[in-house]
């Protein structure tokens, strides 16, 4: 992968956090994803979330799979510690650094291939043990990297850019996250800033599993026929001297809309999707009420986007196994090996 770093210079009156931070202190590289990419925007938002908590960059672990969406992770926090893994093991590899260093911010980043395919076994475990993290799925019902199948979460009915209609039932990730007990769920969209630099702000504050699921239109594979910028256009006109995709720029989808109205964003390929904001009267503590209210509006062809449930009083998985609270990876060995008296004791609870 090629890295274009910006420029390190800062202008002396850019605006400062609590720690003398700028919001260019929490950037990374220039990104290479397509123009008008959804993605860009979630990055951008976390950015701006972890530039509003004045967190220290130096404090925070981002980690990621395979995918467009896992790529992202260069393009922000370019001053954290990060790991980009195989296909679908993000969780596992981001549940075993937790476990190591507990004083770490884990953000796993991850996409609806990623982690409703091939990682979907990890995606589950990993929320239903309660490991502390913001997992952050970007969602578009396609795979990017490789011309635009239909993933997972791709809604039944819906049509690819080749007009193949998609016959299998969709996995809705919010009503798995709920089902497997994570303590904070989710879902905005990459376009209404508004709502998702506060989701994001408040996952990262929560202890506990923390799960958003970001819909996140992919401008690449929703070219139609008779367009002369169609991927299949530029291939039937091509010399054959290379081959060659044309991937015209598009402008990013933003959205505002008030909590409780319904706003229908018109997609790059015509496609209209209905956004759904819950209303302030709405409750998120009641994990069975969220997942009835998410099938009601399922059903009505409606994205529900907002905070869905949240438990006040969550627990870790350091807290479902009674793990000391100095982290693992800085135990001495006076500390890892107690001596045969201790051996004993805790040989005999379990006689």
Not at 256 to 269: A, K, L, M, N, T
Not at 270 to 288: M, Q
Not at 336 to 346: D, K, V
Request: with cysteine; aromatic share 6%.
């Amino acid at each position: 992968m090629t890295y274009i770093t910006k420029p390190k210079l800062h202008h002396p009156s850019l605006p400062t956090n609590r720690l003398g931070y700028t919001r260019r202190d929490y950037e990374g590289s220039v990104s290479t994803l397509c123009a008008g990419c959804g993605h860009d925007s979630i990055s951008a938002a976390i950015i701006q979330a972890c530039f509003e908590l004045s967190l220290p960059p130096h404090r925070i672990a981002k980690l990621s799979g395979i995918g467009c969406s896992s790529k992202t992770p260069t393009y922000f926090l370019g001053n954290s510690h990060g790991f980009n893994s195989v296909h679908g093991r993000m969780p596992s590899v981001l549940t075993g650094a937790n476990l190591a260093n507990r004083d770490l911010i884990y953000m796993g980043v991850s996409g609806d291939g990623d982690s409703a395919s091939i990682g979907l076994g990890q995606f589950a475990h990993s929320i239903r043990r309660g490991v502390n993290m913001v997992y952050i799925v970007m969602n578009n019902g396609v795979y990017g990297l490789t011309k635009g199948q239909f993933s997972a979460t791709a809604d039944k009915g819906s049509k690819s850019k080749r007009g193949a209609v998609n016959s299998d039932e969709p996995i809705d990730l919010v009503g798995m996250a709920l089902q497997l007990g994570a303590t904070f769920v989710a879902r905005s969209f990459s376009g209404d800033k508004q709502q998702l630099v506060p989701l994001i702000k408040a996952a990262i504050l929560h202890k506990g599993a923390a799960f958003i699921d970001c819909i996140s239109p992919c401008v690449a594979f929703n070219n139609h026929a008779g367009s002369t910028k169609s991927f299949d256009y530029v291939r039937e006109h091509n010399e054959a001297l290379n081959r060659l995709d044309v991937i015209p720029e598009r402008q990013t989808i933003e959205v505002d809309y008030e909590p409780g109205s319904i706003e229908e964003v018109v997609q790059h390929d015509g496609s209209v999707l209905r956004l759904n904001k819950l209303a302030p009267e709405y409750d998120p503590h009641d994990r069975i009420a969220a997942l009835t209210h998410l099938q009601e509006r399922h059903a009505e062809g409606e994205v529900v986007t907002g905070l869905l449930y949240l438990d006040p009083t969550p627990r870790d998985l350091h807290d479902h196994l009674a793990t000391v609270e100095k982290p693992l990876n800085v135990l001495d060995e006076a500390e890892l090996c107690p001596g045969q008296e201790a051996l004993q004791r805790f040989n005999a609870q379990h006689r």
